[in-house]
């Protein structure tokens, strides 16, 4: 058990709606990060906040967004969705923005029907 | 072009033999490297660290950082049917304030007893 946690873990919903992915990093971790994992595109970057600011940006779609609030969890919000989204988004979490401890949550695997 | 590329496997031994795995990369501005072992629909799990060339060992697992080849590999000696796993190389430039992993797609490596 890594310490991060992740909910829902699984997820099935329609093309068109929107979801929440919630994250809570490791007690002590000020950053989070987001990442999807694909068959096809593999595990990628989408974004990282460190104590509440964002810090990095990778392909994230417009239709993505992201924050972390003031107690450190953070969510992903995914909207208008599309078949391709279905994949399993991660959130890892470190003590410092440059941490190269990066620890994993186990997923939430999202459908999308 | 990928930025990372990585031989997917999947990858079948015996147990007990050494196993060889392996990254290469483009992006010369990489300077930290770390493999991650995931588990099926887990979170990936650190395994070893790098920072900049060199070989690091932590028990049966030894890593190894070329920059000059852009070249990472991860040894297993004696290997075990729980090393039955998917090997994630990532890498990640120095960027201020920031980190942005960029993963392999992933070797599948199964240990028969």
């Known amino acids: 058990d890594s310490g991060v946690t992740q909910t829902p873990k699984h997820l099935i919903t329609a093309t068109g709606q929107r979801v929440t992915l919630r994250c809570s990093p490791r007690s002590g971790d000020l950053s989070v990060y987001w990442y999807q994992q694909s068959l096809d595109q593999g595990l990628q970057f989408l974004i990282q906040y460190y104590n509440g600011e964002e810090r990095a940006k990778g392909n994230i779609l417009e239709r993505f967004s992201a924050q972390q609030f003031p107690d450190l969890h953070s969510e992903l919000n995914l909207s208008s969705l599309e078949l391709g989204d279905s994949a399993l988004y991660f959130c890892?979490?470190?003590?410092?923005?440059?941490?190269?401890?990066?620890?994993f949550g186990e997923g939430s695997w999202l459908t999308v029907v | 072009q990928k930025e990372v590329e990585q031989d997917p496997g999947p990858l079948s031994v015996p147990e007990g033999a050494i196993v060889s795995l392996n990254c290469t990369y483009s992006?010369?501005?990489?300077?930290?490297f770390m493999w991650y072992r995931q588990y099926s629909r887990k979170g990936p799990e650190l395994l070893m660290y790098?920072?900049?060339?060199g070989n690091k060992e932590d028990g049966r697992f030894t890593a190894q950082v070329d920059k000059s080849s852009k070249y990472i590999s991860l040894f297993i000696r004696d290997s075990q049917p729980s090393d039955s796993a998917t090997y994630l190389c990532a890498m990640s430039p120095i960027i201020q304030g920031a980190q942005k992993l960029v993963f392999g797609q992933g070797t599948r490596l199964t240990i028969n007893p």
């Open positions: 992006n010369s501005a990489f300077q930290y």
């Open positions: 890892a979490s470190s003590v410092i923005p440059l941490g190269n401890t990066i620890y």
């Open positions: 790098t920072y900049s060339s």
